[in-house]
């Protein structure tokens, strides 16, 4: 296998570890399937482009970059922002979500407490 | 016909130096409302405060922002038959004198919302600086998209009927219930009315408004008026 610069070795052989501990992140229930795929997805991207020097060369020329090692780490930019994006949707939908939550849980609060007050009012009498 | 049923919301955070003393002038100014503590997450002894008063008391178990409490208030107010709910601060800065003159045109079906102004009047309240020009510029956003006049848009001092507050008790502010949300409640084919009020000087406390949310106010309430605006009214 021929390699163009000792960077894409790094970048590569970094993608597959980081593939390999996102994995371990589910297997030990610390990270959810649905957030692990788009960390996979990313980091298999990259490996491949990393290890096969005629894509990641021809993919290179398809869009008119000057190096080739810029086209991983755009690649790497562009899943980073895609995701930080993603996060800020979930954690907004997440917010408004904890207020529901937040809003019931008050609420039925002070239903039990009245019932409970009119509870002892009754005993009471 | 039975009379109207009104509730005065308090949202409280951290409140207990002031709340009683605005309890008792409400109670004192309107026997005849009712009153609703939404305890928005204190830690000091807010919610002790107000039950010790005899109000009703809805506790929060973390902070959600006047907004959030506002949600609450209005949710209660629908689910216990309440026909006119009134938003008013903890603090003080909302004499309750002017209850009457806030509820009249709601009453009077003149209006969906009536809001406390500042400004309709000439009174004895002078804003800082950038708080005046915080005012001038949603006062203008709001005309621009409205085509009517409010001089004052941050007034937390306002009454709402019962359409309305079923409208609120699904979708509100979560903090900063200004222009954006008078804007969308107008879209809604409601009708605002200002009712000119004298506010007082807080009696306890800390504002909402710190140095943060004075950069992020303007950003966020330029950001959600323009959304109001364009957001579909159904």
């Not at chain 1, 593939?19 to 996979?40: G, I, N, P, T």
């Not at chain 2, 807080?202 to 008026?225: E, V």
Request: hydrophobic share 45%.
């Amino acid at each position: 296998m021929q390699f163009l610069s000792r960077t894409q070795v790094v970048v590569a052989i970094g993608a597959v570890l980081l593939a390999l501990y996102v994995l371990d992140l589910v297997r030990r229930r610390r990270l959810s399937e649905e957030y692990s795929f788009a960390w996979v997805a990313a980091t298999v991207t990259i490996a491949v482009l990393g290890f096969s020097t005629p894509i990641l060369v021809g993919l290179t020329r398809l869009l008119g970059v000057v190096m080739e090692v810029s086209t991983v780490f755009a690649f790497g930019i562009a899943f980073s922002l895609a995701m930080l994006l993603y996060l800020s949707v979930r954690l907004s939908r997440l917010g408004t979500e904890k207020d529901a939550m937040v809003r019931e849980l008050a609420l039925l609060r002070y239903e039990f407490e009245a019932e409970r007050r009119a509870m002892a009012e009754r005993n009471g009498a | 016909m039975s009379a109207p049923r009104v509730l005065v919301i308090i949202p409280a955070h951290d409140e207990e130096e002031s709340l009683p003393r605005t309890l008792a002038e409400v109670r004192a100014a309107a026997p005849d409302v009712d009153l609703l503590v939404v305890d928005d997450g204190s830690r000091d002894g807010t919610p002790r405060v107000a039950r010790a008063s005899g109000v009703e008391v809805v506790r929060h178990p973390v902070n959600l922002g006047v907004g959030g409490a506002l949600q609450t208030g209005f949710r209660w107010a629908c689910e216990h038959g309440y026909d006119i709910g009134v938003q008013l601060d903890a603090d003080g800065q909302h004499d309750p004198l002017y209850l009457a003159a806030l509820l009249a045109p709601v009453l009077e079906g003149r209006c969906n919302v009536s809001i406390g102004s500042r400004y309709v009047a000439r009174t004895g309240y002078r804003a800082p600086l950038n708080r005046r020009l915080g005012m001038l510029l949603f006062s203008g956003i709001v005309r621009m998209a409205l085509g009517q006049r409010i001089t004052d848009t941050t007034s937390g001092f306002r009454a709402y009927d019962r359409p309305v507050m079923e409208v609120c008790r699904v979708e509100f502010p979560r903090d900063f219930p200004d222009a954006p949300l008078l804007i969308s409640l107008a879209r809604r084919g409601f009708r605002l009315l200002e009712v000119p009020v004298e506010m007082r000087e807080r009696i306890a406390g800390r504002s909402f408004y710190t140095l943060g949310k004075q950069l992020y106010y303007p950003y966020k309430n330029l950001l959600a008026s323009l959304m109001a605006f364009i957001q579909r009214s159904n």
